[in-house]
């Protein structure tokens, strides 16, 4: 750790600990988890912001050019962020795409079997994908801070079971809802890694990117959609305006079952129960999935709820 006090020749300067920008909320989360202690984390997206939408401020201008480490998301999910990253890059600032080791394989695409489809970006949500990401960001976080790798592989370690604990649990929780009503209807195109791998039907509002506005057309046919499927609830997100979902559940007959955490975790100091009754922060990866799972789980009749 280069701010380690004590031991040092020089006092311990504050602008001594890597400095390490994330942009989104899922990241911040990643990199506190594995070196809180070691790095200083700059986190550009709060809860509830839209990272499909966000646009750069001069601050976060600012905090790019003094990181020593940019993590960011990759896969064109900050996509008004380019350029700033870009400029970084100029600058010669390290940075590294979480995304960037995922097997090609293990991504979904918009277009069935297109290779040119856009990529879908919401790969958090697959705990398999995401445990790849937490890898490559650790080997980063490594190579910025190697005398602390000893702390940052323990660290890796723990967030990993704890995944793997979680993804188990979640898969229980599904099992419970009635096999016909295993449908998720959400703001937009986000679940689908999420549906993949518990087992669920994705059907989302809007695309894969918020940036795109749900016309009148696509409203009337998740209306009708909703009522033939006799789906019992939908679901709006915490990054996405409601207003759309608010009516679409208004006309179809059926409830609002919740406030998802899509692309943003939630807010600090508040935590939901998960696995072994155990506690976990909405503003964490496992308290994003905890809080989503058993909010689906609940609405959509679960025999197995916590
Ligand atoms: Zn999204």
């Not at 890796?156 to 898969?171: D, F, G, N, T, V």
């Not at 009635?178 to 209807?185: I, T, Y």
């Not at 986000?190 to 016309?215: H, N, P, W």
Request: hydrophobic fraction near 40%.
């Amino acid at each position: 750790m280069l701010a380690a006090g004590g031991c040092s020749d020089k006092p311990a300067m504050e602008n001594e600990v890597p400095v390490v920008v994330v942009t989104t909320t899922h990241l911040s989360d990643l990199v506190h988890s594995l070196a809180g202690k070691q790095v200083k984390v700059i986190s550009l997206m709060g809860p509830g912001v839209d990272p499909h939408l966000y646009k750069p401020t001069s601050r976060d201008l600012s905090s790019l050019a003094k990181a020593d480490l940019i993590v960011f998301h990759g896969l064109l999910l900050e996509g008004r962020m380019a350029q700033a990253l870009e400029q970084a890059d100029r600058r010669g600032i390290s940075s590294v795409a979480a995304t960037s080791e995922i097997p090609k394989t293990l991504l979904l695409h918009d277009g069935e079997e297109s290779e040119d489809g856009h990529t879908d970006p919401h790969v958090w949500f697959s705990p398999e994908i995401w445990s790849i990401c937490v890898h490559t960001v650790m080997k980063k976080l490594i190579e910025l801070d190697p005398e602390s790798e000893a702390e940052i592989r323990k660290n890796a370690r723990e967030l990993l079971e704890e995944i793997e604990e979680i993804k188990i649990w979640s898969l229980e929780q599904v099992t419970g809802i009635p096999q016909g009503s295993r449908k998720l209807v959400t703001s937009h195109d986000a679940f689908r890694y999420f549906g993949k791998d518990l087992g669920l039907e994705v059907i989302g509002l809007q695309g894969m990117s918020t940036s795109v506005e749900a016309g009148l057309a696509d409203r009337a046919n998740l209306v009708d959609f909703i009522k033939q499927q006799n789906i019992p609830a939908i679901f709006v997100e915490s990054s996405v305006n409601p207003a759309a979902m608010n009516e679409i559940a208004k006309e179809s007959g059926v409830f609002i079952g919740g406030e998802l955490f899509s692309d943003a975790l939630g807010p600090p100091g508040e935590s939901a129960i998960g696995p072994a009754g155990k506690s976990f922060q909405l503003n964490s990866w496992g308290g994003m999935m905890v809080h989503n799972v058993s909010t689906i789980a609940e609405a959509l009749g679960s025999r197995n709820l916590p």
